[in-house]
């Protein structure tokens, strides 16, 4: 019997969300305001985005040899 549950279980996905139904409900939020940077701080937020992003390019960069390999691998 619980075997046979478990079967039902797995032929029936879940439920979907409702999709919002009046005009209100489909509306984008809000903007939410940036923090306040005083303007001799700008310059560094901006430098440390900068290197973050500079980081993510090489990661990338790695995984992207990475898979390379793997694909020329037989």
Sequence with gaps: MREREGEKRALYPPPVPR???SPEERRWPSPTPLPM???EDVGKVLKQI???LD???KRLERIEKLLA???SLP
């Design 19 to 21: 999709r919002p139904e």
């Design 37 to 39: 940077v005083p303007p």
């Design 50 to 52: 900068l290197d973050r």
């Design 55 to 57: 980081a993510i390019e």
């Design 69 to 71: 390999e793997k694909r």
